[in-house]
């Protein structure tokens, strides 16, 4: 079967944003696109009070999907799903097996954290699956090179994902940086990170690679120090971080939501 990557879009900014970087990473992993619109019309919907959520017609969002397609240089094909947008992705996913599930972050600055209910968590928690969500403000899609890859130093397997985050790493030409943080810099640390990783197997066919530790309290905070010095940041996000009742506080839902720059969450498997 064809590499494909799973867009999802309800034609604001943020979407634009995604698929634009989507259509760029789509030519290096030959790969073709599936734009998915999901409508989202329950007033259990927590979006529905954010002002997120377009209300266009069945034949208004047929209109702008084939807009959308006639408009990308790859080849795309484009579906309207309906529901919870995780319960839609799951199903295309079930149908199309993408490499990715790409989505745009939208613009919450007037929003507490405490109130904010992103889709891309609530991917994570119903059907985890290598997701990349790009914020709105990436105005340039360039092809990411500059690679982080932040791990707790803690052995970790993708399973069934390993072969895609080979193949993209691979695609790219990354130069990979390894990130550890620590509250107190050792170079034990460090070392144990970057075995972590290798031993995974994700690092075999990289030319260049790198180890660095950032020092801080919190792993989110070590992450975001240095995320943008980077194109892309890439998370190891365990089960317990996306199924436990803390999960709106893990590391992977802190730096989802406050990322300058793209980042590509995997699902890890232990």
Avoid at 147 to 171: C, I, P, S, W, Y
Avoid at 247 to 255: G, L, R, Y
Wanted: cysteine-free; hydrophobic content about 45%.
């Amino acid at each position: 079967m064809a590499t494909s990557l799973l867009i999802l879009t309800d034609f604001f900014q943020a979407a634009d944003a995604a698929l634009n970087y989507a259509t760029n990473l789509a030519a290096p992993l030959n790969a073709r696109l599936v734009l998915l619109h999901v409508r989202r019309d329950s007033v259990l919907d927590p979006e529905m009070f954010t002002g997120q959520l377009s209300n266009l017609s069945r034949e208004a969002i047929h209109l702008a999907l084939s807009s959308l397609a006639r408009d990308l240089s790859v080849p795309v094909v484009a579906e309207i799903g309906h529901g919870r947008v995780a319960f839609a992705v799951a199903d295309a996913v079930s149908r199309h097996h993408p490499a990715l599930v790409v989505l745009g972050r939208h613009d919450t600055s007037g929003t507490p954290d405490e109130l904010v209910t992103t889709t891309s968590l609530d991917i994570l928690r119903t059907a985890p699956y290598p997701m990349l969500v790009v914020p709105h403000t990436i105005r340039n899609p360039a092809l990411p090179h500059r690679v982080l890859l932040a791990t707790d130093g803690e052995e970790f397997t993708l399973g069934q994902f390993a072969g895609t985050a080979r193949h993209l790493l691979n695609a790219l030409h990354a130069e990979l940086t390894i990130l550890h943080v620590t509250p107190t810099e050792t170079a034990a640390d460090e070392t144990s990170a970057l075995d972590s990783v290798t031993r995974t197997g994700l690092t075999a066919d990289l030319l260049t690679l790198h180890s660095r530790t950032a020092v801080a309290a919190q792993p989110a905070e070590g992450i975001l120090q240095v995320a943008s010095e980077y194109d892309i940041v890439i998370l190891i996000a365990r089960r317990r971080s996306f199924l436990g009742q803390l999960f709106h506080h893990s590391v992977t839902a802190e730096v989802v939501r406050r990322s300058p720059v793209p980042v590509l969450v995997l699902p890890a498997q232990e």
